[in-house]
């Protein structure tokens, strides 16, 4: 397999995911310029990263390569307790995270996107900032008395570890959130998501 992916991205979900199950894999580092490259864009017409190879299988979309990833080692146990239900759940949180909250955050990255005057772009941030509270509530709530989102690891748990690193990078605190700020430093101590993040700054553009 071969990630194709941005430091501190959405991708490194899918870097952790790789280290959980133990995948041999190869982390290629793109950037603003490689992703728009002739090359790259026969792979994926989107542009953009994460992108996963498998052969000759060309895979985009942040919740489809978490899954397939954790399809491959079906022993990880990332995709629930094999229950229909059990699967379901982590799909749900998955979903949620990768839709409701990623998109949240969009507004801050590219507020130019949004917006037709630049000037608006603080105001923008602060709304953003807010409905982004609303979401880290949620998420709070549900790590209620768990160690993992749905109650056992699965690939939301990396998903929602990258928003929260988002959130800290934004000065949005986490203070207020002490099930979140639990699971956070729970992540950080983690062996594969240690050496995710250290294989992504560590690997040349």
């Given amino acids: 397999m071969k990630l194709y992916y941005f430091p501190g991205a959405c991708s490194l979900a899918d870097h952790i995911v790789l280290q959980w199950t133990g995948i041999a894999h190869e982390a290629l580092r793109m950037s603003r310029e490689s992703i728009k490259s002739d090359e790259y864009l026969a792979m994926n017409p989107n542009g953009n990263v994460p992108l996963l190879a498998h052969d000759d299988f060309m895979l985009t979309e942040n919740a489809a390569i978490l899954g397939y990833i954790?399809?491959?080692?079906?022993?990880?146990?990332?995709?629930?307790?094999?229950?229909?239900?059990?699967?379901?759940?982590?799909?749900?949180?998955?979903?949620?995270l990768n839709s409701d909250v990623h998109?949240?955050?969009?507004?801050?990255?590219?507020?130019?996107?949004?917006?037709?005057?630049?000037?608006?772009?603080?105001?923008?941030?602060?709304?953003?900032?807010?409905?982004?509270?609303?979401?880290?509530q949620r998420l709070d709530r549900q790590l209620e008395g768990k160690d993992w989102l749905v109650g056992t690891r699965s690939v939301a748990d990396p998903y929602l570890f990258v928003m929260l690193r988002w959130a800290v990078g934004k000065n949005i605190p986490l203070d207020p959130y002490k099930n979140l700020s639990r699971f956070l430093e729970r992540m950080y101590a983690d062996a594969g998501v240690f050496a995710a993040i250290a294989n992504e700054e560590d690997a040349p553009e």
């Fill in 103 to 136: 998109g949240a955050f969009k507004p801050i990255f590219s507020p130019a996107r949004f917006l037709p005057d630049e000037s608006l772009a603080e105001a923008l941030g602060d709304q953003a900032r807010l409905q982004i509270a609303t979401h880290l």
């Fill in 70 to 96: 954790a399809e491959q080692r079906p022993e990880a146990a990332l995709l629930g307790d094999g229950s229909s239900r059990g699967r379901a759940e982590v799909m749900r949180w998955l979903a949620y």
